[in-house]
C-alpha cells in the first residue's frame, strides 16, 4: 500500500515538473517574441505548477519592465531578491522600480548596494549617478 501511494506521489509531482517546465519554455519562446504579456501569464502559470520561484519572479518583473510597468514589476523583483535570484541585475532594476513608486530613500539606498556589489560596470556607473542624484534632490 505505501508503495502504491509513493508511487502515486511520484508520478503528480513529476507532472507538476513537467508543466512548470512547459509553461517555462512557452514564456520563453512568448518573451523572445516580443510577447511580454503572454510571457508573464505562462510565467506565473509555470510558479503555480512548482517552478523555481526567484527566476520567474526575475523574469516576471522583466517582462514587466520591458512594457515601461515598472510599479507592476517591484514586487516581483522583490520576490527575486527574497528568492536569492542569481541575476545580478535584478538588484539594479529593483532599485529603477523603487524609484518609480516614489521611493527614493529605498531606491538610492539600493543603487549604492549595486554600485558596491554589481558586475555590470555599466550599470554600476549608472546606479552610482543615480544613488547621486537622488541624495542632492531627496535630503
Known amino acids: 500500500m505505501k508503495q502504491i ?15 512548470a517546465t512547459k509553461y ?8 523572445a517574441q516580443g510577447y511580454n504579456d503572454d ?8 510558479m503555480a505548477k512548482g517552478g523555481n520561484k526567484a527566476r520567474l519572479n526575475y523574469l516576471i518583473a522583466e517582462n514587466y519592465r520591458l512594457t515601461n510597468r515598472l510599479t507592476e514589476a517591484n514586487p516581483h523583483y522583490a520576490e527575486a531578491l527574497k528568492g536569492k535570484t542569481k541575476d545580478d541585475k ?8 523603487l524609484e518609480a513608486l ?15 556589489k554589481g558586475l555590470s560596470r555599466a550599470l554600476m556607473k549608472q546606479a552610482e549617478e543615480e544613488a547621486k542624484f ?3 534632490i531627496h535630503n
Open 39 to 46: 510571457a508573464i501569464e505562462l510565467y506565473k502559470l509555470s
Open 134 to 136: 537622488l541624495k542632492n
Open 24 to 31: 517555462y519554455n512557452k514564456g520563453l519562446k512568448k518573451q
Open 90 to 97: 535584478a538588484l539594479f532594476y529593483y532599485a529603477q522600480s
Open 102 to 116: 516614489g521611493n527614493y530613500y529605498e531606491a538610492r539606498i539600493t543603487y549604492e548596494n549595486y554600485a558596491k
Open 5 to 19: 501511494i509513493f508511487c502515486a506521489v511520484v508520478i503528480f509531482l513529476g507532472s507538476c515538473v513537467n508543466s
